[in-house]
T-cell receptor, first 112, second 113 residues
Framework: KAGVTQTPRYLIKTRGQQVTLSCSPISGHRSVSWYQQTPGQGLQFLFEYFSETQRNKGNFPGRFSGRQFSNSRSEMNVSTLELGDSALYLC???????????FGSGTRLTVV | TQLLEQSPQFLSIQEGENLTVYCNSSSVFSSLQWYRQEPGEGPVLLVTVVTGGEVKKLKRLTFQFGDARKDSSLHITAAQPGDTGLYLCAGGKVSGGSYIPTFGRGTSLIVHP
């Protein structure tokens, strides 16, 4: 059974640019969540999607957005990148009725 | 906002030693998870506990959920270098079918051969 796949693994962007990260959940998992992980703040919740609808959103500025497609694949977008957006972005999926996430390996974003 | 405090923050021990990591909150959780994360990778789920007082064992790892479902502990017996990693606890409440856990900052464990 394939795990959660995130692409790309690494990204280097310049301040002011925008970036799109992709996530393919485990087949059959309709709930997809995104987290930002930094050494200073740990894992911070960004969004949760279920059946193409954003069900919850964390406390992040509007520059952070996302969407989910009919096949449950998800993307997140960060516009007008800032140095502080440098982080490991993690996508996770879980089956309905289960509490534990399966995480992808993450996308390491560096903003210079 | 539910806050999860993990202690200790760092732990450096020798192979064969025992250790306990704690996860505490003032909030009551529907469930609590423990994850282990290695550098450059995503967290890997170790266990989910849902019942107050519940104890689960995974080989040399023992997980306990507090009676009031506000705290948890992870005990490792005879630690091995392969146990090295960042241990994260996460707790949350179910709301309308949604479950958004809050993560603790983690305990960074190094086991020296």
């Amino acid at each position: 059974k394939a795990g959660v796949t995130q692409t790309p693994r690494y990204l280097i962007k310049t301040r002011g640019q925008q970036v799109t990260l992709s996530c393919s959940p485990i087949s059959g998992h309709r709930s997809v969540s995104w987290y930002q992980q930094t050494p200073g703040q740990g894992l911070q919740f960004l969004f949760e999607y279920f059946s193409e609808t954003q069900r919850n959103k964390g406390n992040f500025p509007g520059r952070f957005s996302g969407r989910q497609f009919s096949n449950s694949r998800s993307e997140m977008n960060v516009s007008t990148l800032e140095l502080g957006d440098s982080a490991l972005y993690l996508c996770a999926s879980r089956p309905r009725g289960d509490y534990g996430y399966t995480f992808g390996s993450g996308t390491r974003l560096t903003v210079v | 906002t539910q806050l999860l405090e993990q202690s200790p923050q760092f732990l450096s021990i020798q192979e064969g030693e025992n250790l306990t990591v704690y996860c505490n909150s003032s909030s009551v959780f529907s469930s609590l998870q423990w994850y282990r994360q290695e550098p450059g990778e995503g967290p890997v789920l170790l266990v989910t506990v849902v019942t107050g007082g519940e104890v689960k064992k995974l080989k040399r790892l023992t997980f306990q959920f507090g009676d009031a479902r506000k705290d948890s502990s992870l005990h490792i017996t005879a630690a091995q270098p392969g146990d090295t990693g960042l241990y994260l606890c996460a707790g949350g409440k179910v709301s309308g079918g949604s479950y958004i856990p809050t993560f603790g900052r983690g305990t960074s464990l190094i086991v020296h051969p």
